[in-house]
């Protein structure tokens, strides 16, 4: 079976077949940074990561191009209503994104261009357009440089949606310049008090589709093989750049991929909505590794329907694979990860990156190492723990990777604690030996006080950090 993917542009699964051989190239449209991110954001993060690193473990050398919008009308509306500058409000947001991608474990891009380090590339993306006949300067003066649409027969293919049937585009102050109202700007006048730069049709900044194009194809060139996003960017967004792309005679993206939205109640996530999921609001319902498993868990295409109790069967769906690798490990010696998944884990994600098909594989393999367990089978234990392990890597989520080893409280730091955690617990035997039961129970009391939940098992005591 080979890698195929759904492609929002052929409207059905299509294999993959990579423009140069052993190489993929992906651009990512990431973050408007006029606010932080809440989970709706970085779903698309996590997705993107996850095909990634399915790809490389598939043998592709991944060049992965994730864009930062750093200019836009919202970025200057919140830095006028704070009375700061607008690169003040894209730098702090660009901060966010970048630390709740790191919280979720998602590997950094090859490259994250920002939009206003690429004005020469839109003059020039700009000029080709003009002189090809698909743009034109305002012809009010305004400074605008708009797309005209009518001048390119695949306008609408992407959205599959026909021209006539399109509202107008709405995207500067006025439109008196247009020569239809659904043509784009690719380039918007300056305004007094706003950052403009300078170009040969007057000073302006860029219009946000313009960018994705000149930046994709300065880093991943004319042609590319995917170009990913959330579904609610296919239209305008993706068909714009698209449309510029083309008509500039570049061959643009070869798949398009879409991940599906975030919901609260069925409803798109709103501002007010959104900032009850901010990053660090979730990592204090539930930890980072978990809420990644939450996001991860459904298919990319599929919308979710966010609710805390959702999140947190995920959670407790995601301690029974880490309790099963904690025990494996204690049972066998040790758990080294396998060097290949299983193939029903593979057949999984090379269907379009089928991940709950994916984690049910994984499930399956925990329910026979539990009862490996039960049975002290090491051996079996030992090689159904790695390839859990093998599996939950390619999907972030190996409880035993640097990432999450290291974020649950310190890589060196656990060593630590654990040393700690057992000379107390050496005590409580001890008590407990010379029947002081309420010594004994004091000392796991002052453990529960610093955060450290002792269970008993038939094996000795076991601990693990609280989790209210
Ligand atoms: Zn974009």
Redesign the pocket.
Known sequence: MSLRFYDTSARQVRDFTPLREGCASLYL?GATVQAPPHIGHIRSGVNFDILRRWLEYRGYRVVLCR?VTDIDDKIIHVAAAEGVEWWEVAERNQRAFTSAYDILGCLPPTVEPRATGHVPEMIELMHRLIDRGHAYPAGDGSGDVYFDVRSFPGYGELSNQRIEQMRGACDTADDGGKRDPRDFALWKGARPGEPSWDTPWGRGRPGWHLE?SAMSTKYLGSSFDIHG?GLD?VFP?HEN?TAQSKAAGDGFARYWLHNGLLTMSGEKMSKSLGNSLLIPQMVRKVRPVELRYYLAQAHYRSVIDYSDDALYEAAAAYQRIEGFLTRASEVAGTVERAAEVPDAFAEALDDDLGASQALAVVHGLVREGNTAIAEGAKERLAELGGRVRAMLDVLGLDPFSETWSASGSGSGLRDVVDSLVAVALDQRQAARRRKDYVAADAIRDQLLAAGIVVEDTPRGPRWELRRD
């Open positions: 449209c864009n994705c996003g960017l967004h750049e």
